[in-house]
């Protein structure tokens, strides 16, 4: 299960790898002709041509400036422009891999949390082809070409890995039964044809994408040309007062227009420089103009200046790195400042740019000690995960106990943080593989119980069959009875699945319930028998209570008494305590007896709980739950005579080992009166 935190938080590892210090903050002679345009989005687009290899109809302009010092104006000077805080992008093997990574950063430069997700995802261990299949369907409606780029790089190099090597097995095969190797041919199946299908279609859509991100780049190098024509026409005609107007308009409209080819940039800036300086030279008479607006420009990149100096204070780093290149890039399309100015604004600028890239640098060495951290602690994680994949059991109270333990486990894993990129997809897969396994071995133990509970379903609908049967009888005692099985017998079944529990039960209560509302229509009739039952039991109480201070007891009259008051039914509802109270205080009295041995009294005992468990609700569950005790019982006393036989043919003769064999057969007789005491009271169980 892959999980959003195992990247840097906020694509700060995107944002390590991919913003590089500005080029003139190292080199302060590059100036915005030798460095050309350049974008976030195309870094590896900076033009290589100088300026001579502009085209032959520009090249006059070059020329003239090269002749003829033009003023500072609208671009600036060698320290001036500053170039943007640039995304660079690894190269890849082929031209197609180099265009997606490339192109495409502008659509999908800080792709989100999800999309990272996804791809993360995308890491396989040993997949099959459906996996494949079904992964490349799950992305094939990701918009953002550079992310498909990088999802079917993961999802075609193992489909191919599978294919080729069913393609092997098949033309071996084919040899093998005697054919002409020259005359195989593979076809595959339908996943490989419908995989093969999508990933084509991908594939294009991608080619397309990237086909007309170029078609793009053509159209605003055709828009460029046609400013720089419109620039000369103005340069060339003659003056009017709103020559810079429209000069002011063309630089808006070069401003907006986005990314041209490389091999343009350095040509195009060349000469809308020179031209923009010969507008400026053959027009003397707007000077002035030009002073203040160079003032103006030093006003905006002052205030550049102190918006990139509040950078450092900026406690999120990532929006620091934003914001100085979104500042970089004000800085570069303000225009020009007076001469003396230059120098110094720049230099204040990029001593700001300098503080947030070191703060950035020492952030980055902070986080990648932390990702260290959590890395061991979720290690360590996995390793108590692991623990829980060997657990089993037949309780559902253990497996949700042991659910309890391992969501705790995944709370600590979820509130570590991220992890480094190399070591995330190991550290991953070895706590989320441990954590599904447990949760499949859970599904199949509840899967086992819902088959079991199926069963119960099935036997519960019997008995409410039968109860439906008996619910209109009007033979009271014995149909109460037979009611009365049949709820001890419902209670003992277990569970049934959660969507049958409520109505079944339902049923089964009506069918009871009208049953004993019409018995108890009978009411003066019952009160009566309950009065004679009471009666019965207290006239048993009172012959107990006898025996307590007769000089000889009777434990036969004493069983048979026991026996007497456990087949008496009900009594009046207000007077069932007292009597219960009054039953239990003369049994524990008449066990506490001095003058009974320990055999009798054990065997009192004995039937006294016996003639309780008859009498309670539950009966039949609690007796038989106590001759499973007795027979683990049994079966472990013999075991240990066994053993403590087995020991007494391995003593020697001695005075030492006549003690331990002593001890030994001490302890088999007591083991085997005990076995005797307890068989005596299996055999009064199975009689009930």
Not at 78 to 86: N, S, T, Y
Not at 166 to 191: C, I, P, S
Not at 500 to 510: G, I, L, M, W
């Amino acid at each position: 299960m892959e999980d959003k935190e195992n990247k840097l938080p906020e694509n700060l590892e995107d944002l390590q790898d991919g913003v590089q210090e500005n080029p003139e903050l190292t080199d302060e002679s590059t100036t915005p002709e030798d460095s050309g345009e350049t974008s976030e989005a195309e870094p590896e687009e900076a033009p290589k041509a100088e300026v001579e290899e502009a085209p032959e109809g520009q090249a006059a302009e070059v020329a003239k400036t090269e002749e003829t010092p033009a003023e500072e104006v609208v671009e600036e000077s060698p320290k001036e422009a500053p170039e943007p805080v640039a995304e660079v992008t690894a190269n890849e093997d082929t031209q197609d891999d180099s265009a997606s990574e490339d192109d495409s950063h502008d659509d999908d430069e800080d792709h989100g949390d999800e999309d990272d997700k996804l791809l993360e995802s995308l890491h396989f261990d040993n997949p099959t082809k459906d996996e494949l299949l079904a992964a490349l369907k799950k992305v094939s409606g990701i918009e953002k070409m550079r992310v498909l780029d990088k999802a079917l790089k993961e999802i075609k190099p193992p489909f191919d890995h599978i294919y080729e090597k069913e393609k092997e097995d098949a033309l071996k095969n084919f040899v093998e039964a005697g054919n002409d190797a020259a005359d195989f041919v593979y076809k595959g199946d339908d996943t490989d044809g419908q995989f093969f299908e999508l990933y084509n279609q991908l594939r294009n859509k991608k080619q397309r994408f990237f086909s007309e991100l170029e078609k793009s780049k053509d159209e605003n190098l055709r828009k460029k040309n046609e400013i720089l024509e419109k620039l000369r026409e103005l340069v060339d005609g003659e003056e009017s007062t709103a020559s810079i107007n429209t000069l002011k308009a063309l630089q808006e409209e070069w401003k907006k227009l986005g990314q041209v080819p490389g091999a343009h940039v350095k040509s195009l800036w060349a000469n809308y420089n020179a031209l923009i300086d010969r507008f400026y030279d053959n027009r003397s008479i707007y000077f002035e103009l030009k002073e203040l607006d160079r003032r103006k420009n030093l006003e905006g990149k002052l205030e550049l200046c102190a918006r990139a100096e509040e950078l450092v204070n900026l406690e999120n780093i990532k929006e620091a790195i934003v914001q100085l290149n979104e500042l970089h890039e004000e800085f570069k399309h303000i225009g020009p400042i007076p001469k003396e100015d230059q120098e110094p604004v720049w230099q204040r600028f990029k001593a700001a740019s300098d503080e947030i890239y070191a703060k950035r640098k020492e952030f980055f060495d902070e986080l990648k000690h932390d990702l260290n951290e959590n890395a061991d602690k979720k290690q360590a994680l996995g390793d108590e995960a692991a623990e829980f994949v060997s657990f089993n059991s037949d309780k559902i109270s253990d497996w949700n106990k042991k659910t309890k333990q391992l969501l705790e486990l995944q709370k600590k894993w979820e509130a570590i943080g991220g992890l480094p990129r190399d070591r995330a997809k190991h550290i991953n897969k070895h706590f989320w593989g441990n954590f599904k396994t447990f949760f499949a071995n859970k599904n199949a133990f509840f899967k086992t119980l819902e088959t079991q509970r199926e069963e119960n379903y099935n036997k519960k609908k019997e008995l409410l069959e039968k109860a439906e049967a008996l619910k209109n009888s009007e033979e009271w005692d014995q149909t109460a009875n037979e009611l009365k099985k049949l709820q001890n017998a419902w209670r003992d079944i277990g569970p049934v699945p959660e969507k049958y529990r409520n109505e079944v039960y339902q049923k089964f209560k009506a069918a009871c319930d009208t049953f004993f509302e019409r018995k108890r229509a009978q009411g003066s009739v019952q009160n009566k028998e309950f009065d004679q039952n009471l009666k019965k039991k207290e006239e048993i109480c009172a012959m107990l209570e006898a025996y307590i201070n007769a000089d000889t007891i009777e434990l036969g009259q004493v069983y048979d008494l026991l026996e007497r008051y456990s087949e008496i039914g009900f009594v009046p509802r207000n007077a069932i305590k007292k009597i219960h109270d009054r039953y239990d205080d003369i049994t524990n009295r008449l066990v506490s007896l001095e003058d009974l041995s320990d055999s009798q009294r054990s065997e009192l005992e004995t039937q006294v709980q016996l003639s309780k468990l008859k009498n309670s609700p539950h009966g039949g569950q609690k007796i038989q739950r106590k001759e499973g005790a007795i027979k683990r019982k049994l079966s472990s006393l013999e075991s240990d005579i066994a053993t403590w036989k087995t020991n007494l043919d391995f003593f020697a003769d001695s005075k030492t080992a006549d003690k331990l064999k002593a001890d030994f057969n001490e302890k088999i007789e007591k083991a085997t009166a005990e076995m005797e005491e307890l068989k005596k009271q299996l055999q009064m169980l199975k009689q009930i």
